[in-house]
């Protein structure tokens, strides 16, 4: 764990996020060959595919046609593998290899503007084989909208911060 000893102590503090949280994803996202789960720690919706090539969809709506902006708060783990973002069935940007050494929100993905109409635009993610991952990804926060952000997360993150895991059969003492 990482801690800053000027800053409260809070383990449970919650951050405000901007667009569809985690858990808001999870109730609008509709998979194919997977599912899609909540995570409450560490807050992300988590699509577990039953293999390669598993996809989630999220419908996103425009109130009015004009410029948009697609943020894309993903997480990364040692477990997820590389996905592929499209929007409205198009590609959008390269493969995102979601693989890392801890587990966190990673950096945000920003995409546009785009012209767009208004009324519902779907979002996809899909798992892309990864050698020696699994076919799960995770996010962290989704927005489509008219003002382009540096992040979707405000506040402060949970503190302490855990920087590292280990497997369950691996003991230590604190």
């Known amino acids: 764990w990482a801690y800053d000893v000027t800053k409260p102590w ?3 503090q919650t951050p405000k996020v901007q667009g569809l949280a ?12 997977g599912q899609l789960s909540y995570l409450a720690a560490p807050d992300t919706a988590l ?41 409205d069935g198009e590609e959008i940007g390269q493969p995102y290899d979601a693989t890392a050494n801890g587990s966190d929100e990673s950096g945000l993905l920003l ?8 009324g519902e635009h779907i979002l996809t993610m899909k798992t892309l084989p990864t050698e020696g991952r699994q076919p799960q ?4 926060a989704v927005e489509l909208g008219k003002e382009k952000r540096e992040q979707l997360i405000d506040g402060d993150l949970l503190h302490p911060v855990i920087l590292a895991e280990w497997k369950r059969d691996i003991t230590r003492t604190r």
């Not at 985690?22 to 060959?33: F, H, M, R, S, W």
């Open 47 to 87: 699509l577990y595919g039953d293999d390669f090539g598993a996809e989630c969809s999220f419908a996103l709506t425009a109130p009015e046609s004009g410029q948009y902006y697609l943020h894309i708060q993903p997480a990364h783990s040692p477990q997820y593998c590389a996905v592929q973002f499209t929007f």
């Open 10 to 12: 809070n383990p449970t």
């Open 111 to 118: 995409f546009g503007p785009l012209e767009i109409d208004d």
């Open 137 to 140: 990804a995770a996010l962290v």
């Open 22 to 33: 985690a858990k808001e994803l999870v109730n609008i996202g509709i998979c194919t060959d």
